[in-house]
């Protein structure tokens, strides 16, 4: 069965500066896409970024990028110039790219960040 | 427009009732989910239906039992409530994975927070 491990329970960052955020899984299975999503006070889920595991290019959005280490099994989340609208928990999740386990997420225990004005 | 709702948002009840949550989407997705955030934050799938039909129970107690009347809903009962089933309950939808197909992404509704006294 897959894991997913988030090491950092609570992160801190002043305005504007950058911050990353780790995240290393478990997987016996080649094909597979990793995501972050971000939870708000509001509780709403929201996607902020996806790899899929077969492309060697790491993901970016707008301010957040990712670095995905295959080999390493390692999909730490950097966000740059952070803004106040950046608190929020950042969960880490990890999905199968077979039928029956692409039925689910499995999630990162989650890390809540906070930034400093 | 609100692409996957949920009702209630909030839901407080006594020990030993029953009681249902509502979940719809309008994305036109074939795949829907519920997963459960416990009081640590950890998020966790209980149930995934494809096309109405049922793909994943995740060793969910049977007094769990979602119901998919169709593609567009996905409801959720719980019967005799217990102590340990206050969480916050997440419902999501995706375009669905069908055999060879590689990309999907899973939509979570705002959750609805049950509070079991």
């Known amino acids: 069965a897959q894991t997913v491990t988030q090491s950092q329970p609570e992160m801190s960052v002043q305005e504007a500066e950058t911050v990353t955020l780790s995240c290393t899984y478990d997987?016996?299975?080649?094909?597979?896409?990793l995501f972050w999503y971000k939870q708000p006070p509001s509780r709403q889920m929201i996607l902020v970024i996806r790899?899929?595991?077969?492309?060697?290019q790491n993901a970016t959005e707008n301010r957040f990028s990712v670095n995905f280490q295959k080999a390493a099994k390692s999909f730490s989340l950097k966000i740059s110039d952070s803004q106040l609208g950046d608190a929020a928990m950042y969960f880490c999740?990890?999905?199968?790219?077979?039928?029956?386990?692409?039925?689910?997420?499995?999630f990162g225990q989650g890390t809540r960040l906070t930034i400093n004005p | 427009d609100t692409a996957v709702s949920q009702t209630p948002k909030y839901l407080v009840t006594q020990m030993g009732n029953d009681k249902s949550i509502k979940c719809e989407q309008n994305?036109?997705?074939?795949?829907m989910y519920w997963y459960k955030q416990d009081s640590k934050k950890f998020l966790k799938i209980m149930f995934s239906?494809?096309?109405?039909?049922?793909?994943i129970n995740e060793t969910v107690p049977n007094r769990f039992s979602p119901k998919s009347p169709d593609k567009a809903h996905l409801n959720l009962h719980i019967n005799s409530l217990e102590l340990g089933d206050s969480a916050v309950y997440f419902c999501?939808?995706?375009?669905?994975?069908?055999?060879?197909?590689?990309?999907?992404?899973?939509?979570f509704g705002p959750g609805t927070r049950l509070t079991v006294l």
């Open positions: 999501a939808s995706s375009q669905g994975v069908p055999y060879g197909r590689r990309t999907d992404t899973q939509y």
């Open positions: 997987t016996s299975e080649s094909d597979y896409y």
């Open positions: 790899q899929e595991a077969y492309k060697q």
């Open positions: 999740a990890y999905r199968s790219a077979t039928f029956q386990g692409a039925q689910k997420l499995v």
């Open positions: 994305l036109g997705h074939d795949t």
């Open positions: 239906y494809n096309n109405k039909e049922l793909i």
